[in-house]
């Protein structure tokens, strides 16, 4: 099963498992009806889960947008270099993935493709109103994230951002 964290279906692990012989001590052995519920929430899981988590710093006074925080599903080291943003104007920040693929646990070379995202403003405006954020897929690793008041004015923001 090679190519996480490609999407995967619960028959990628494998046919359904059957005991060979019955469980004796449920206590230390795990039966088939056991692994089997696991694959299936693995398998489930797996289709709906974020593949990235960022938490971004933005500097309206400065102009400059930096990611604190960076975790995804395909570098679990932390190794690879965090994601640059730039403001293109106040609340607009574009974003792109600095890698076209990555090496999965079998040492193949995997496309990254991201499917979409998920903005969340960390704070309020001047006014106390609340933010709200939102991802436009720009191509097949990039994108623009606009977090905007009502009545569609777009401010500055720290945000997180998940992406699939």
């Known amino acids: ?3 996480f ?11 359904t498992l059957e005991d060979k012989f019955p469980v004796v001590n449920p206590k230390h052995d795990l039966g088939a009806k056991q692994f089997n519920l696991l694959f299936h929430q693995v398998g489930g899981m797996n289709l709906v889960s974020a593949r990235g988590l960022l938490s971004v710093d933005v500097n309206s006074s400065t102009g400059t947008v930096t990611t604190i925080y960076q975790g995804i599903a395909w570098d679990p080291e ?4 965090k994601i640059i943003w730039t403001r293109t104007e106040a609340g607009v920040y574009s974003w792109s993935l600095p890698q076209t693929s990555y090496k999965d646990e079998s040492d193949n070379d995997i496309i990254v493709e991201i499917l979409g995202g998920s903005v969340l403003p960390q704070q309020l405006a ?3 109103y609340v933010l709200t954020g939102q991802n436009v897929k720009t191509g097949l690793r990039s994108g623009e994230v606009h977090i905007v008041i009502s009545g569609n004015f777009h401010v500055d923001s720290d945000f997180l951002f998940l992406f699939w």
């Open 5 to 15: 964290p490609n999407r995967i279906a619960r028959s990628s692990l494998g046919p």
């Open 126 to 128: 001047d006014s106390q």
């Open 78 to 81: 932390g190794s690879l270099p």
């Open 1 to 3: 099963m090679s190519g």
